[in-house]
């Protein structure tokens, strides 16, 4: 079990796995004061950097689980550079379906909520992981701006421009789905440069050190084309957030 070759080479160097900066993951922590103790369940939790840091800062304790072996590999080490490998471990495994035999105070999707067939399942999904009066944690894409048409949408790496919501109808929707929002932490810009020029140079230099790969011309590709897409397309009409939510 693993991830398409492409997401384990453009995104090996990466240790947060989505337009959060280091900045923004602290921040997520601090708004959700989070006591030591707390028992946190990351479900696609890719090299462990929320899990791992959180332990470190706010003493919490959890789980994160991913079904790519590069990624829980790091997260692993990550948590004995760290010092907190005796508060967290991470699974390789496929996050879709699981339900943790410890309930949570915290149950995170950052960015994964295919998991789930979308946020809906996914929320359910995790419910099924939490404490009563626990907090879930939703990381969803969404329109900075509505893409004219489906092609741009497309240029989005989005399916359709149904595939995402705005601002104000996401934030809505949670509470069709019978919860309240009790706190966010908005991606910016610079955040998605961060998440997406950061695989630039991972691959040039990949390229460098496997030209005979038969999968170099797919890299070489994606590295051609990658940097107008993005200052084109993702960052003037996507949008990243953590959403943390609250049954009612």
Known sequence: MDIPRIFTVTESAHRIHNPFTPEKLATLGAVLRLEPGTRVLDLGSGSGEMLCTWARDYGITGVGVDMSRLFSAQARRRAEELGVADRVEFIHGDAAGYVAAEKAGVAACLGATWIGGGVAGTIEL?????????????GEPYWRQLPPTEEVAGECLAGSISDFLMLPELVGSFGELGYDVVEM????????????????????????????????????????????????????????????????
């Open 126 to 138: 995790l419910a099924k992981s939490l404490l009563p009066g626990g907090i879930l944690l939703i």
């Open 185 to 248: 932490v908005l991606a910016d810009q610079e955040g998605w440069d961060r998440y997406e020029a950061a695989k630039w140079l991972t691959m040039r230099r990949w390229l460098a050190e496997n030209p005979g790969d038969d999968f170099a011309k797919e890299v070489r590709a994606l590295l051609t084309s990658e940097p107008r897409r993005h200052v084109t397309y993702t960052r003037e009409y996507l949008g990243w957030g953590v959403f943390a939510l609250m049954a009612r």
